[in-house]
Nanobody, 121 residues
Framework: QVQLVESGGGLVQPGGSLRLSCAAS????????MGWYRQAPGKQRELVAT???????NYADSVKGRFTISRDNAKNTVYLQMNSLKPEDTAVYSC???????????????WGQGTQVTVSS
């Protein structure tokens, strides 16, 4: 099995910054990509950013220029640096990873438990 553990959420004022981390552990053979999704109250979950093992990134238009995703392959960890935060960024942020384990030949998607980010004055 694979576990994803997130950290770094919290309360921040508009214009502030937060850095989220997500560490994957377990019998991991390889991680194809890692990413962050978010879900605000009453809304569907949406993609925030993803990054491949080779470092190719993809961002939602709403966060381009403000958020930066990065990855430490040696630590199986993905980060999300969030700057210039807005109230509309308030949501539960969840880490996602497509992982191939030691036991299975096919990769599967795994999810973290989520971390709350609240942007408010």
């Amino acid at each position: 099995q694979v576990q994803l553990v997130e950290s770094g959420g919290g309360l921040v004022q508009p214009g502030g910054s937060l850095r989220l981390s997500c560490a994957a552990s377990g019998k991991i053979f390889s991680i194809y990509y890692m990413g962050w999704y978010r879900q605000a109250p009453g809304k569907q979950r949406e993609l925030v950013a993803t990054i491949t093992s080779g470092g190719i990134t993809n961002y939602a238009d709403s966060v381009k220029g403000r958020f930066t995703i990065s990855r430490d392959n040696a630590k199986n960890t993905v980060y999300l640096q969030m700057n210039s935060l807005k109230p509309e960024d308030t949501a539960v942020y969840s880490c996602n990873a497509r992982v191939r384990t030691m036991q299975l030949p096919a990769p599967y998607d795994y999810w973290g438990q989520g971390t709350q980010v609240t942007v408010s004055s």
